[in-house]
């Protein structure tokens, strides 16, 4: 009896673990797939190189690549490494027709703090009730988590990166971008 029992749960095992997913899990949600449209977004937000804006939607970018990158809080060590890095490579990004954005439950207030105690010149978007972070899979109330997307001028999600680590996070999404594009021009 135990030795059926030993074949049943290896069964069960082996049929479970050949079956793909359809969608990944992970903390904060179901994280959307590549090859699939990105969630629409249209949120307030600071952005020092564009002051006379107060609002962002996908569709403002469509035609270009866009970094969006989620995360918890401004002024924070990791927030501010990772917002640092984009910033260091923003003119790149814009050589590559792509821009960057960053998206938290922060208030406009604080991202234009933020956005100039740190001089960043890429837009910082609001998402206090996590209703755009919960779309892309990157919400754990009261924060946005670490997350990144990479959408292509045609609104569609070509990368993801979760659980990021912010130190050279900008240039491992910079290189990602720049190889895709490579291959797509071969």
């Known amino acids: 009896m135990h030795r059926r029992e030993l074949l049943i749960q290896t069964g069960l095992l082996l049929t479970a673990w050949s079956l793909k997913p359809s969608r990944a899990s ?23 190189s564009q002051p006379d ?4 939607s996908l569709q403002d970018f469509k035609g270009r690549w866009v970094a969006v990158y989620f995360y918890p ?7 501010t490494i990772e917002a640092r890095g984009f910033e260091t490579l923003h003119s790149d990004y814009l050589a590559a027709n ?7 439950a922060d208030s406009v207030d604080d ?20 209703t755009v972070s919960k779309a892309y899979g990157s919400w754990m109330a009261p924060y946005s988590l670490r997350h990144t997307f990479l959408i292509d001028p045609d609104g569609v999600l070509q990368q993801r990166w979760v659980a ?19 291959k797509t021009s071969v």
């Open 26 to 48: 992970a903390l904060g949600g179901v994280v959307l797939e590549t090859g699939n449209t990105a969630p629409a977004f249209s949120l307030p937000g600071s952005s020092r």
């Open 111 to 130: 991202h234009e703090s933020f956005c100039e105690s740190e001089g960043l010149s890429f837009p910082l978007l609001s998402d206090p009730d996590g």
């Open 98 to 104: 792509a821009e960057v954005v960053g998206i938290s």
């Open 73 to 79: 809080r401004d002024f924070t060590g990791g927030c």
């Open 53 to 56: 804006q107060s609002n962002w």
């Open 164 to 182: 990021v680590r912010p130190s050279g996070h900008a240039q491992e999404v910079l290189d990602f971008l720049t190889n895709l594009q490579n």
